[in-house]
C-alpha cells in the first residue's frame, strides 16, 4: 500500500502567529515539533522579523494558558528562537497547538511531520503517513481534520502517495547548484506560470546581474532538461563546484536554509546499495529529539530477491524490522533498535542547535545524499566548516557541500499548481522540434520549419511546446521538494 505524502494550509486571524505574520510584510515563522508524545507537545519555534515587533508577539506566546513552558534559545536583530512546550490536555491549547496536535491525531504521532511554516497569515503543515493510506483514505482523514479545526480557508495543497524512486533519482541531478537555483527562482516569482507574474528583468534584479546572463542561462537549463525527457541516457552528473551558492540568496540573507551534502556515510545501507548496482535506498530518523535516532524509516529501492538481503542483515545486527508497504520494487520498513541506521543528528544539534532539521536522505551507490535545513543565519564559509567537522566526528568519507538554498524559494513552490504530465501531441511536437535542431545553439530551425513538418499552425507549435517545457521543468524542481 502506498504512503502519502500531505501538505495543507489554513488560517485563524485571531491566532498570534497568523495574525504577526500577515501584519508584518516578510516576517515568518517555523515550528518544528521535537516530541510529539501527549500531554504536551514540545516544539522549536523560529520567528524571523524585526525584534522591536517580535518581542510583543513573544510577551503573547509566554502569557497563552496552553504554554506549559516557555524558553528564548537566542536572540538576533533579524530573528529569535525559543522553546515551547503546549499542553495538549483541557480547554485551554495554544491554537497552532491545537491544529498540530489533531493533524497528528489523524495521521498518527510518527509522521514525518516538517516544520511548520507560517507566512502571510496561513499556516502550512506538511508530513508523510507513515501507516499504510492510500490517497482516497487520505484525503478522508483531511476531511475529518477540516471538521475538527476551527480554522478557515482550509486547503489542500497536495495529496500524493510517495514516490521515493522519483527523489532518489534527483541524487544524480542535471543542472548545476547555480541553475538549479535560478530555475527554482524562477518557478516561484511565477516567470513559468502563463499568464507570466513576472519577467527577465525582475528575475534579473533579484539575483544581481543583466538581463542577458540570466535569459541565456535560462535558455540552457530548459534545454538539458528537455534533452534528459526525450533522451534519459543522457542524463549525466553534471560537475559541480564545491560549495555552491543559492542564487536566490544574493542579496537577501535568508533565514532559513537548506544544506544539501554528498558523502559516504559507512553502514549496512551504503554497504548494500554500493554492492548492488541499480539499488537505492531512501532514510530518514522518526525521533531525533533527543539527538539520537533509535528508529528509522527506511526505503529499499531494489527487487524482492535484493532488499530482503538488506532486511536480513539488519535483523542480524540486532534491529527489530516491521514493513509498513512492500511490492515487487521497494520496500518500506520501519527499523527499531540502537544504532538503528545512519545517525547524522546528534552532531548536527551539537553544531546547529535543535532548530536545524534532517530531510529524507538518499542513497545511490556509495554515495548519500543528506538535505539539512537550518534556520540561524550563518556565513557560508561557517556553515561548510561546521559540515566538515561533522562529517569527520561521525567517520563519513568524501564530505562535500555541493549547496546552499533558501529555503523560502522552497516553500513558496509548494503552492504552485501541479500540472500533468506531457501529452502525447505535446511530446510529438516537442520531439520534432528537437530532432530539427530547435534546441540547439544557435537554433537549427524556427517555429515555422516545425509547423511545416508537422502540417499544423505557428501558434499551435508554440502552445505545445510551451506547455511541454513547463511541464518538464514543474516535474524536475517537484521531485526535489
Known amino acids: 500500500m502506498a504512503l502519502p505524502e500531505v501538505v495543507v494550509e489554513f488560517e485563524r486571524p485571531e491566532e498570534p502567529l497568523c495574525r504577526f505574520t500577515a501584519e508584518n510584510p516578510g516576517a515568518r515563522a517555523m515550528l518544528r515539533v521535537t516530541d510529539p508524545t501527549p500531554p504536551t507537545l514540545s516544539t522549536v519555534l523560529t520567528v524571523v522579523g524585526d525584534t522591536d515587533k517580535t518581542g510583543a508577539l513573544l510577551r ?27 499542553s495538549t490536555n483541557g480547554n485551554a491549547r495554544m491554537a497552532w497547538a491545537e491544529a498540530l496536535d489533531a493533524f497528528l491525531e489523524t495521521f ?38 477540516q471538521k475538527a479545526l476551527p480554522w478557515s480557508g482550509f486547503r489542500v495543497v497536495r495529496v500524493a502517495d510517495f514516490d521515493p524512486v ?25 516567470y513559468y506560470e502563463s499568464p507570466r507574474r513576472c519577467n527577465l ?25 528537455i534533452n534528459g525527457y526525450l533522451d534519459p541516457s543522457t542524463r549525466k552528473e553534471r560537475k559541480r563546484r564545491r560549495h555552491g551558492v543559492s542564487l536566490s540568496r544574493r542579496g537577501e540573507g535568508g533565514t532559513f536554509r537548506e544544506v544539501l551534502v554528498h558523502a559516504t556515510i559507512p553502514g549496512a545501507i551504503t554497504e548494500f546499495c554500493a554492492r548492488n548496482r541499480g539499488a537505492r535506498a531512501v532514510w530518514q530518523p522518526l525521533h531525533d529529539a533527543t539527538g539520537r535516532g533509535d528508529s528509522l524509516l527506511l526505503v529499499v529501492i531494489a527487487p524482492p530477491t535484493l532488499y530482503r538481503e538488506l532486511l536480513k542483515q539488519l535483523e542480524a545486527e540486532g534491529k527489530t524490522l516491521e514493513v509498513l508497504s512492500r511490492d515487487e520494487g521497494h ?7 540502537r544504532g538503528a541506521g545512519p545517525d547524522p543528528i ?21 554515495r548519500t545524499l543528506v538535505r539539512i535545513v537550518l534556520t540561524r543565519r550563518l556565513p557560508d564559509d561557517e556553515v561548510v566548516k561546521a559540515m566538515e567537522e561533522v562529517a569527520l566526528e561521525a567517520a563519513w568519507q568524501d564530505q562535500e557541500v555541493v549547496a546552499i538554498r533558501d529555503l523560502a524559494v522552497e516553500a513558496s513552490l509548494l503552492s504552485l499548481p501541479r500540472l500533468e504530465k506531457v501529452t502525447p501531441r505535446q511530446d510529438e511536437v516537442l ?19 516545425i509547423a511545416g513538418t508537422l502540417g499544423i499552425s505557428t501558434n499551435a507549435v508554440h502552445k505545445n511546446l510551451t506547455a511541454a517545457e513547463q511541464k518538464i521543468i514543474y516535474a524536475y524542481v517537484g521531485t526535489g521538494l
Open 60 to 86: 503573547e506566546l509566554r502569557a497563552q494558558p496552553g504554554a506549559a513552558s516557555f524558553e528564548i534559545v537566542t536572540i538576533t536583530p533579524y530573528s529569535v528562537v525559543c522553546k515551547i512546550g503546549a
Open 108 to 145: 498518527g504521532r510518527d509522521a514525518l511531520l516538517e516544520p511548520v511554516m507560517v507566512e502571510g497569515g496561513r499556516m502550512r503543515i506538511r508530513a508523510m503517513a507513515v501507516r499504510n493510506l492510500d490517497t482516497r483514505r487520505a484525503l478522508e482523514k483531511l476531511q475529518e481534520l
Open 166 to 190: 522519483a527523489m532518489s533519482d534527483r541524487l544524480v541531478p542535471m543542472l548545476d547548484p547555480d541553475q538549479e537555483e535560478l530555475v527554482r527562482l524562477a518557478l516561484s516569482m511565477g
Open 201 to 225: 528583468e525582475d528575475i534579473a534584479r533579484r539575483v544581481g546581474l543583466s538581463v542577458s546572463p540570466v535569459h541565456k542561462k535560462l535558455k540552457d537549463i530548459e534545454h538539458t532538461l
Open 331 to 337: 520496500a518500506t520498513v520501519r527499523v527499531t533498535g
Open 346 to 366: 546528534a552532531g548536527l544539534v551539537r553544531r546547529f542547535g535543535r532548530d536545524a532539521y534532517l530531510k529524507p536522505a538518499v542513497v545511490e551507490g556509495s
Open 431 to 449: 520531439r520534432i522540434g528537437h530532432a530539427l535542431g530547435y534546441y540547439r545553439t544557435p537554433r537549427g530551425c524556427t517555429l515555422e520549419d
